[in-house]
């Protein structure tokens, strides 16, 4: 049974300061991960992917890969209130298995 | 516009009724899932499929249905047999199955309530 693991929220940062978002996963053979952004109410979005190690930036966005660690994490640089949302940390091997979410309060 | 949609946007069933909620899209994907969330938990797979007239059980699958008789179009039946139903429903579709191309893609959902 393939796990996803996120750091329990909720998580509260003042508007401006960086947010961050852990994400751990048990199946060592695990290639792509995603961060899908989900508001109360609505559907998940996706934000960012990453297939290999290393950092991918995207805006105030970085998706941070270790494999050797299995480790993911998301850092929201310069947070806004309009982030505040429950974060969705995703594995993907044959189908996306996700964690249970982080959800996230920027404080103006 | 390319995207997927879902309807209704809310449904409410009776005990011992079956249930279709739609989930078309206009995006060419290969593959399209469906998930359920309750409140304060990530998504759980009911069903999935790669391709037409072909489809897999998630991991919570007993109680659902699905059929895949054209690429665009994936409808998930809740029968009475899905004891606890009440949930927020998500449909999504994806390129490809896993790796590059897998990344998927939400519809607006389908809130199901049991009366």
């Known amino acids: 049974q393939k796990e996803v693991e996120q750091n329990s929220g909720p998580l509260s940062v003042p508007e401006g300061a960086i947010a961050s978002l852990n994400c751990t996963y048990s199946?060592?053979?695990?290639?792509?991960f995603f961060w899908y952004r989900q508001y109360s109410g609505k559907s998940p979005e996706l934000i960012m992917f990453i297939y290999s190690n290393g950092d991918k930036e995207d805006g105030r966005f970085t998706a941070q890969l270790n494999k050797a660690s299995q480790y993911v994490s998301l850092l929201i640089r310069d947070s806004q209130p309009s982030d505040s949302a429950t974060y969705l940390c995703a594995v993907n091997d044959y189908k996306l298995s996700f964690g249970a979410g982080t959800t996230v309060t920027v404080r103006a | 516009d390319g995207g997927i949609t879902q309807s209704p946007k809310y449904l409410f069933r009776k005990e011992g009724q079956n249930v279709t909620l739609s989930c078309e899209q206009n995006l060419n994907h290969d593959a399209m899932y469906w998930y359920r969330q309750d409140p304060g938990q990530g998504l759980r797979l009911i069903y999935y499929?790669?391709?037409?007239?072909?489809?897999q059980k998630g991991d919570i699958a007993e109680g659902y249905s699905v059929s895949r008789e054209k690429k665009e179009s994936f409808p998930l039946t809740v029968t009475s047999a899905q004891k606890n139903p009440t949930a927020f429903y998500l449909c999504?579709?994806?390129?490809?199955?896993?790796?590059?191309?897998?990344?998927?893609?939400f519809g607006p959902g389908t809130r199901l309530t049991v009366l």
């Open positions: 499929s790669q391709i037409v007239n072909d489809f």
């Open positions: 999504a579709s994806s390129p490809g199955l896993a790796g590059v191309g897998g990344e998927q893609f």
């Open positions: 199946d060592r053979g695990s290639q792509s």
